[in-house]
């Protein structure tokens, strides 16, 4: 079967990228020696939450923009927290002076509450309301509470300092093509949209630019043939051989009310994870993630490929005797505004994944999550199974070809690869 093939085939560029970047298969969970006992409620989930309210349920942010603010959000999150404990790690940008007596539910409160005042300053009556209420319960002496607040204030000031200028919320409109293989707007929406991702700052990586690809297959080539056969028949809206399941999966995947979200929580309560565990992991997975997503949309400006729904509709033009045109044909799901080459989300999902994967020192570790979308709660064994599932899903949404999504989820695993190999790593 050919997507057994090609599963198999990622899972080894997935395995072989860890082994290249010399990443040590150690459990990033065990304790570090400073480590911050677990407090209760974990004040790293709570904020985490609170920033979802944020990004997503006020300001409704796309999954290319909440990636980049919840990546402000947890890399300074972290470095307050591994001040405090004591510097166990390598701090992603900065590390205040501190006696280690400082609350770190202070630290990781101010931390969360000033980032997300500078990204949604229409929001700052309500974040200051909930920020207040977190400090009224906040234990521990005044001067524990005044030293947190200052420590999370500095790691807070030094994430927005260094995301100034960093090109978010630039042109958002992808440029029209009009050839044959070329990107278009697409029905029904006919939308362009977060163009400027491609340019973005990276966070960790020194060029968004360095996992480039091949591009997609040529358009009278026997791959491309198969990719948009393959697409055509199981990801459109009226397929007949798209199952439940996978249709529940297209949509679930397709939630912007990312699962990935339950799941990092989900992971850290399942797992026992105290505060600077967890903000560590937190922290390592959405910066990722991020420069992931930029890397991909990168891609995506380099090559300006085509969607399903375009293809298929003006097959007649591609020149390609194995692929015929159907000008009425539409996928499962709306696609979104930008380019098919590579696949946002298969990008995405590999960096969170491949993060996950790292730190826990293991690929076999369960969790689930549910869909509003699809009102289904899909079940994992292990974190290569979310990143072959969610390369299905794309062609069985009918909104990416296989070779778009497999290039995008080994930019992913490559981008998470240089990130555990340069960043978050225990100090000697």
Known sequence: MRSGRFRRKLMCTVVAVFLAAGVPAVAGASPAPGTVANTSPNAVIVWDRNAQTAIWDVAGQQPQVQARSFAMVHGAIYDAVNAISGRPYQPYLSAPRTNGRESVDAAVGTAAFQVLSSLFPAQQARLQAQYDEWMATVPG??????????????????????????????????????????????????????????????????????????????????????????????????????????????IWWHDRHLGEWEIKRQLATGQHLNVLQTARMFAMVDISEADATTACYNEKAAWMFWRPVT???????????????????????????????????????????????????????????????????????????AIAEVIEARIWGGIHTRTADIEGAKIGAKTTAYAVRNYFRPRL
């Open 141 to 250: 002496s005044t001067a524990a509470k005044r030293g947190g607040v200052s420590v999370g204030g500095q790691t807070a000031d030094a994430m927005i300092r260094a995301r100034q200028d960093d090109g978010a919320f630039g042109d958002p409109a992808w440029p029209v093509g009009t050839e044959p293989g070329q990107w278009r707007p697409t029905p029904p929406t006919y939308a362009s949209d977060t163009a400027w991702v491609a340019k973005l700052k990276p966070f960790l990586l020194p060029s968004t630019s360095m996992f480039r690809t091949a591009g997609p297959p040529a358009l009278t080539s026997a791959q491309y043939a198969r990719d948009f056969n393959e697409v055509k028949e199981i990801g459109a809206v009226n397929s007949t051989t798209r199952t439940l399941d996978q249709t529940q999966a297209a």
């Open 311 to 385: 293809a298929i509709q003006l097959a007649d033009t591609d020149g390609n005797p194995a692929t015929a045109a159907d000008p009425n044909w539409m996928p499962l799901l709306v696609t979104p505004p930008h380019p098919d080459f590579t696949s946002g989300h298969t990008c995405f999902t590999a960096a969170s994944m491949s993060a996950l994967a790292y730190f826990f020192g293991r690929d076999d570790v369960t969790f689930s999550a549910y869909s509003e979308a699809s009102g289904t709660t899909r079940y994992f064994r292990s974190f290569s199974q």
